[in-house]
């Protein structure tokens, strides 16, 4: 059974930093583009970054470029997302998700990503 789970959301103020990590199993890790997208409260979800689990290669979104930094453990078990310099903006329900896609070929479109995490609040107050 697949299962991607979220954890390290939480409150902070403008500025400040959370580590959110993405726990797999049930499937094959090392085969797969991950990605972490979010969706604030009326909008649609976005595509953060995603990182090559075979090369580790990234990329991430210019909306949060230079603040926020995506990784894997050595383990490619567990992906992270370093964030930085939180905005007010950066309030959302993060998702972390999985596609049998390449990255160059899942990019962040959503609907090419298989399985998806319940998500994270993160909630960044001014």
């Known amino acids: 059974q697949v299962q991607l789970v979220e954890s390290g959301g939480g409150s902070v103020q403008a500025g400040g930093s959370l580590r959110l990590s993405c726990a797999t199993s049930?499937?094959?890790?090392?085969?797969?583009?991950m990605a972490w997208f979010r969706q604030a409260p009326g909008k649609e979800r976005e595509g953060v970054a995603n990182?090559?689990?075979?090369?580790?290669?990234?990329y991430t979104a210019d909306s949060v470029k230079g603040r926020f930094t995506i990784s894997q453990d050595n383990a490619r078990t567990t992906m992270y997302l370093q964030m930085n310099s939180l905005k007010p903006e950066d309030t959302a329900m993060y998702y972390c998700a999985a596609s049998k896609m390449s990255c160059a070929a899942a990019g962040l479109e959503q609907t090419r990503y298989n399985y998806w995490g319940q998500g994270t609040q993160v909630t960044v107050s001014s």
């Open positions: 990182i090559s689990t075979r090369s580790g290669s990234t």
């Open positions: 049930g499937f094959p890790y090392s085969w797969y583009c």
